[in-house]
Structure formats: C-alpha cells, structure tokens
C-alpha cells in the first residue's frame, strides 16, 4: 500500500523495520502486510521465513498482491504465519476497523504500525497527506480491544509513528493483581536445609506473588503491609523462636500458612506452641509426631512430611567410600554441589538432618547422629521423626543400616501429593 515518492520515505522505512524486528523471534513466520519493499526481512532473526504482502508485486513472484481497500485478504497466508506485521499501510485503508477484525478472526499475534493523530507530529511525507483515517492514540487501540486482540505495549518508533503489539485476548491469560507474601524463616544461616527451602519456597507460590524473606535472628520483619505470611520453608520451630513478636505479626497478617516441623520438644511450652497454631489458616506439619503432639483435635492441621526430599532425586550411588557429613554444611557450601556429592556415595555418615534425607535417595546404607545442641543435651527428636516417617520405626544412632529403596520411594510419593495440596492452599489464601 506503500506508493508515491520513495527516496524520502526509506530512511524511515529502514529504522521502523530494525525497530519492529525486536519484536519478532527466531524461526517465525512472519506475514508483512504492507511490506512490498521488504525492508523488514533484512532485519528478522535467524531461521524466519518472510510471506510479503503488498498492492503490486514490484520486483519478484514472492508477494501475495492484495487490494485491502477492495476487500482482498491474504488468507492462506494468515493461516500459516506466526507473526503478522503492518508497517505503513494502516493509515490508508478505508475499513480499518473491518480490516482488524479479519485478523482478528485469524489469532495470529499482530505488529502494527501507526501515527496516531494526537501525537501533534508534523506531516514529514508525501504520503501522510493521502491518509483515510485519522484515530487517536487510544481509538486505535480501541480497534484492537473490540477485535478480541490485548494489546502487550504501545511504544513511540519516531517522531510521528508508534508500534502496537497485540496478541489475541484468548491466547493469553489475564494478569492476576500483585499480592504481597512474606516468607519467615532461618534461611540466613549456612545450614543446607534452611537454604535449600528458601529455593523451593519459590516453586509453590502463585505467578503474582512478590515476595520478601524475612528472618528469626536477627528479626528482620519488615513494618510494611503483607497480603500472606508463610511461616517456616520446611526448617523447625523451638521454644526460642515462640516470641511475642511473632504473635503479633501472625496477627497483623490476614492469611498465613506454616511449613515447618519442631524439635528439642520438652522444651516447648504447650500454650504458646498453641497460640502459634490458633493464628494460622493451616499448619502442614513436617512429621507425624508433630501433629500427634499438637494438632490431633486441629481442623487446620496436615501431614506434610518433609517436602525438602523433593529436591533429590531417587538415584543409586556408586562410590563406595563413606562419606561423613557434618558441621561443614552450614559453610554456605553450594547447595547442587552438596547434593551431587551426597548422592554420589553408596555410605553416608549424617550429623545434620538433610543431608541424612538426601542420602536415603542414593545410598545403600546410612548412620546418623542425632544433635544435641541444648544445655540438657538431650536429643534434637527430628532424626527419630523423619525416620519414623519413612521407615515405620526408629533406627539405632552410630551404626550403618540398610536403606529401605521402597520405603523412601513411597514416602516421596507421599510428599509430593501433598506437596501439591500445599500449593493449591496458597493460591486459594492469595
């Protein structure tokens, strides 16, 4: 649709085509309405096929001539494009909203070029003098909308043109609105645990969330509104982490949801461990004990089990060394690396709780030590609960037993289930 004097025209003609070639990926089909002279092709990336449509075929075989403004379309090739781009025509055709609607019908995602006139540019062309329609900037996107297309953005190309990036409404999914979520947890220290939910945290939560992590020690809560608190990313709560400062965000919170088990139990003082759970919307406990101990008569109470085994793999180790691991997890080792390593062997040796759960995935045989880290020094009852969780019984400290293969792949199956049920309670919370 492009006629009248060139030499002035293509400069132009040559930024708008680098310009609308951002917009277009590799290996499309790309339909060029309006694009006889074949400035975009120049500029596409690899791997596209370029399908010119103009009024007159000028200078090859290539181009589907069409009369626009005589009710012809490029059908065929509106079927078999990827991308539609109108550079430089829309401005004179008579039935432009008609014209819209057509490719509308043919849902392909629509780069169109336009001067609106209400940008207040001065006519710099011959042509710009021959135009039929005269929309704004927002009648145009107008067109569009009633078309069924949405458009992505709107951006200035020149002084006078603007580029509308549309996509057909249908084919996309509308944007959900922002919600607010803070995430509280002992992420902050070098345990591989901690560290290790604070990536699968993310997995679990709606596209719209936007999130910010927040910590024990130091309390780091920021004074800021939240739409969603999620208390614990798998790790356990102790008596010391049961403060009146916790309560009071639980309750200044309008939803919340805990991910987290307990340990150093006898230390725990019952009423406040109560106080905690009473604020929540749900609790998905990491083992059995933890509901039996405090939600057995809770209607907001799941088993979760220890969603951290998501994270490995079944496998089978193949060196046979026994690998020790210990106290040197909380150096901020790489968490990939750690996991390869662990899943390596076919022995583990585990102080620390999930680099023993790693090691039930890949190892033939496993031994543990249970922490003691409080004054009595009595044990942490996290190793017994895990255990108990996926084996049925407890299993004696210090001394290798044999790793159950089916045991561990059922209670991965029985995680991931609820795994799911977790995700589909914080989408229903946001």
């Not at 390593?341 to 033939?364: F, G, M």
């Amino acid at each position: 649709m492009q006629t009248g004097s060139t030499g002035r025209l293509e400069p132009a003609w040559e930024k708008r085509a680098q310009f609308v070639a951002n917009y277009i990926p590799a290996g499309a089909r790309v339909l060029a309405m309006g694009g006889g002279t074949k400035n975009l092709e120049k500029y596409l990336p690899p791997g596209c096929d370029y399908l010119p449509c103009d009024l007159v075929s000028r200078d090859d075989t290539r181009t589907c001539v069409c009369d626009f403004n005589g009710g012809q379309y490029p059908d065929d090739q509106l079927q078999s494009a990827d991308v539609v781009a109108m550079m430089g025509m829309a401005e004179y055709i008579y039935n432009l909203p008609g014209l819209i609607c057509r490719l509308g019908c043919a849902g392909r995602p629509l780069l169109v070029s336009y001067c609106p006139s209400d940008t207040g540019a001065t006519t710099t062309t011959p042509n710009d003098r021959g135009r039929v329609n005269h929309y704004t900037r927002e009648q145009f996107a107008g067109l569009l909308r009633h078309a069924g297309f949405r458009l992505r953005r709107c951006e200035q190309m020149d002084g006078s043109k603007w580029l509308f990036d549309a996509v057909l409404e249908s084919s996309v999914s509308a944007p959900a609105p922002a919600k607010r979520v803070l995430v509280l947890s002992y992420n902050n220290i070098g345990n591989f645990g901690d560290r290790l939910g604070y990536h699968l945290i993310k997995s679990l939560l709606p596209a719209q969330a936007v999130v910010t992590h927040a910590h024990f020690n130091p309390w780091n809560v920021p004074d800021e509104n939240f739409d969603l608190l999620v208390l614990g990313v798998g790790n356990s709560l102790f008596a010391p982490l049961l403060t009146d400062k916790l309560l009071a965000l639980l309750d200044r919170i309008p939803a919340k949801i805990g991910i987290f088990g307990t340990q150093y139990r006898e230390d725990i003082p019952r009423q406040r461990m109560q106080a905690v759970l009473s604020r929540l919307d749900h609790w998905y406990a990491r083992y059995q004990e933890d509901v039996f101990l405090y939600g057995h008569d809770s209607g907001n109470v799941t088993h979760l089990g220890d969603w951290l085994i998501n994270a490995f793999p079944l496998t089978r180790g193949k060196d046979g060394a026994l690998l020790r691991v210990g106290a040197e997890v909380l150096q901020q080792l790489p968490l990939d690396r750690t996991i390869e390593k662990i899943q390596a062997h076919r022995r583990v040796y585990s102080t620390r709780l999930h680099p023993l759960l790693c090691a039930l995935t890949s190892a033939e045989a496993v031994a543990y030590l249970e922490q003691r880290e409080n004054r009595a020094a009595t044990p942490s009852g996290k190793f017994r609960s895990m255990l108990l969780d996926v084996f049925g019984r407890s299993m004696p400290e210090d001394r290798l037993w044999e790793v159950d293969r089916e045991a561990v792949a059922a209670y991965k199956s029985f995680v991931k289930r609820q795994t799911e049920l977790l995700r589909a309670k914080m989408a229903t919370l946001l």
